[in-house]
């Protein structure tokens, strides 16, 4: 982890615990070595630095090619980790890279549902994710945001914005007798299962 990494995470963390509140669940739950693919709901701009500044190890996180157009901006959110992904298609250059950072032992948030549902309501989630997840043999970590879309709201209201962090899900054992095409969409199913299920625990 980089200064500038370290230094930032820290800064943003503390800001969304003072002005929003954060309440997070399940942190037993990021205690695991190796590798892994964070899979989370998506319903804010603010949910990767809100993540990535609030979890206790390194993130790498995908982010939309258009935000690296400007390069002082490019630039900083590179230093943070996020390399570009190309939305409406299967960008293999974002796929090839989020495969080097898993295989060198890194963790890399990916959104399943590929965009923002700004109403909170989740939808299907794409096959992307399972299937770097299962090509790469890592386990998924589910974690399920709320209220990220309602910061003025939880400013006012003091609410909170709430993180729970579920359990790994072994990939590498997960139904290894269906074809490659219906494993990965089944364990797409099993990943929004799960992190749906996770709202019970708030």
Do not use: C
Not at 22 to 33: A, H, M
Not at 55 to 69: R, S
């Amino acid at each position: 982890m980089t200064l500038f990494y370290h230094f930032t995470a820290f800064t943003v963390g503390w800001m969304f615990r003072i002005l929003y509140g954060v309440k997070r669940y399940n942190l037993e739950k990021l205690d695991f070595e190796g590798p892994a693919i964070l899979a989370s709901n998506h319903i804010s701009l603010a949910d990767p630095p809100l993540i990535g500044s609030l979890t206790p190890f390194e993130v790498h996180f995908m982010a939309k090619a258009e935000l690296f157009k400007n390069p002082v901006f490019g630039k900083t959110i590179s230093a943070l980790n996020a390399f570009p992904v190309k939305r409406g298609l299967i960008d293999r250059k974002a796929m090839k890279r989020a495969e080097e950072i898993l295989i060198d032992g890194g963790r890399v948030l990916i959104f399943p549902e590929g965009t923002r549902q700004k109403d909170g309501v989740m939808k299907s989630g794409r096959p992307g994710l399972a299937k770097l997840a299962i090509e790469n043999d890592v386990p998924v970590l589910p974690v399920y945001l709320e209220n990220s879309n309602r910061l003025s709201k939880v400013f006012l209201s003091r609410r909170y914005i709430k993180i729970v962090y579920g359990d790994l899900i072994d990939t590498a054992s997960f139904m290894p007798g269906l074809p490659q095409k219906d494993r990965i969409r089944k364990l797409t199913e099993h990943i929004m299962t799960e992190i749906k299920a996770l709202r019970k625990i708030i």
